[in-house]
């Protein structure tokens, strides 16, 4: 299960500071472990896994936002991961440390819903996090899970209600502000990021650099495919790399000023990738010269 959305290295399979870890980039849905499991299974009829599966419209979610009150607390267990996790975001997870699975099996009572929050390095937690839907989770006889998870909903740290055996917090949902900008403004700006992407992504093919969007045609499918939050979102877990900025992007509740911002960020990339492409043709000339 590769977790390209998060662009996290495979080496990240297995996090010692982190116990909600996402899969390896080589994970395949039936690895050797499990093949394992399941042949014992079979010789074994009372051991055997338990798959839980909840249906849901994956592309539906790359769109929508639940709306919710603004003044509505809800208590939810909480998850720090070396990531931001943004709303519309697919990621995979798998849970093997005891806490977690304590965890698992209350939210398959529950609500198979928790709050993911960014913990960098320094191990601090953000303030504000994503709401993680389950809509996948299969759990093997070992006693750990993996899980497939939608971002929903942004949330807002209120306080923390108990650290162990996981930790648990009151939070409150974040929704956009509505936008002062006219809709025509709105489209403005999204067709301003959105050649801004089409640069960067030229410039990245240009030196070959790994790069996830090809061509003019699939940045403006981007826009076209998207409402401007779904957009700004998709924009910031995809195009931005920087850990804090991303934090940023998440924490803010206005449309136009996170667009704005992600606009800025991707003109400041363009130009350093325009000043890197101009340094390596004036060394190719300076090389063909001296030939």
Do not use: W
């Not at 994970?27 to 839980?52: E, F, I, N, W």
């Amino acid at each position: 299960m590769a977790l390209n959305t998060l662009q996290l290295p495979s080496n990240l399979a297995r996090l010692s500071s982190y116990s909600f870890s996402p899969s390896s980039a080589s994970y395949q849905p039936k690895p050797p472990g499990r093949l394992d499991t399941r042949t014992t299974a079979k010789k074994h009829q009372k051991r055997t896994t338990s798959v839980l599966k909840c249906r849901a419209n994956l592309h539906g979610c790359m769109d929508e936002v639940v709306q919710t009150p603004k003044d509505q607390t809800t208590e939810i267990p909480i998850v720090m991961y070396p990531s931001v996790v943004f709303p519309g975001a697919t990621l995979q997870l798998q849970a093997f440390e005891f806490r977690y699975r304590i965890m698992m099996h209350t939210l398959l009572q529950q609500g198979l819903k928790f709050g993911v929050i960014y913990c960098g390095k320094n191990g601090r937690m953000a303030d504000v996090g994503c709401i993680a839907n389950v809509i996948e989770c299969e759990r093997l006889i070992d006693g750990r899970f993996f899980l497939t998870c939608v971002g929903e909903d942004r949330f807002r740290v209120i306080e923390i209600i108990r650290t162990k055996p996981y930790v648990v917090a009151r939070i409150q949902v974040l929704n956009d502000h509505p936008s002062s900008e006219p809709q025509d403004d709105l489209g403005s700006l999204m067709q301003q990021v959105e050649q801004h992407l089409k640069n960067v992504a030229m410039l990245s093919d240009k030196l070959n650099l790994n790069q996830k969007l090809r061509g003019d045609h699939q940045a403006e499918q981007f826009r076209r495919m998207h409402s401007a939050a779904s957009f700004s979102f998709l924009i910031a877990r995809l195009f931005i790399h920087d850990r804090l900025e991303q934090q940023t992007l998440l924490q803010m509740n206005d449309i136009t000023q996170r667009l704005a911002r992600e606009g800025m960020y991707l003109e400041r990339r363009s130009k350093y990738l325009a000043a890197i492409a101009a340094i390596k043709d004036a060394f190719e000339h300076l090389s063909c010269n001296e030939k």
